[in-house]
Nanobody
């Protein structure tokens, strides 16, 4: 089994910062891409992703304000969020592309989601 757990959400004032974490645990052999999404009623957007080698990509809406990073030794991806705006309010979820060994010796990759963490930006 594989578990994905986010943490670090909360209430912050406009202009403030938060750091989200997402830890992958369980039985697996590899994690490829790790991604952060945010969800508001009726919409889910990919906002940042990072490859196994640490190459990041960002949505235009967060570029220059958010930074994604990962610690492969800890199976963890982070999202540092600065200069937060009320429109950043959402549930932030992590998705990881996790490889598990098959009995045949091959590796199968599957995306696993976390349960999400609420971020509220308000004065």
């Amino acid at each position: 089994q594989v578990q994905v757990v986010e943490s670090g959400g909360g209430l912050v004032q406009p202009g403030g910062s938060l750091r989200l974490s997402c830890v992958v645990s369980g039985t697996f052999v590899d994690i490829r891409d790790m991604r952060w999404y945010r969800e508001t009623p009726g919409q889910r957007d990919l906002i940042a992703s990072i490859s196994r080698r640490g190459v990041p990509n960002y949505a235009d809406s967060v570029k220059g304000r958010f930074t994604i990073s990962r610690d492969n030794a800890k199976n963890t991806v982070y999202l540092q969020m600065n200069s937060l705006k009320p429109e950043d309010t959402a549930v932030y979820s992590c998705k990881a592309d996790v490889g598990r060994r098959e009995f045949t010796g091959g590796t199968t990759y599957t995306f696993y989601w976390g349960q999400g963490t609420q971020v509220t930006v308000s004065s």
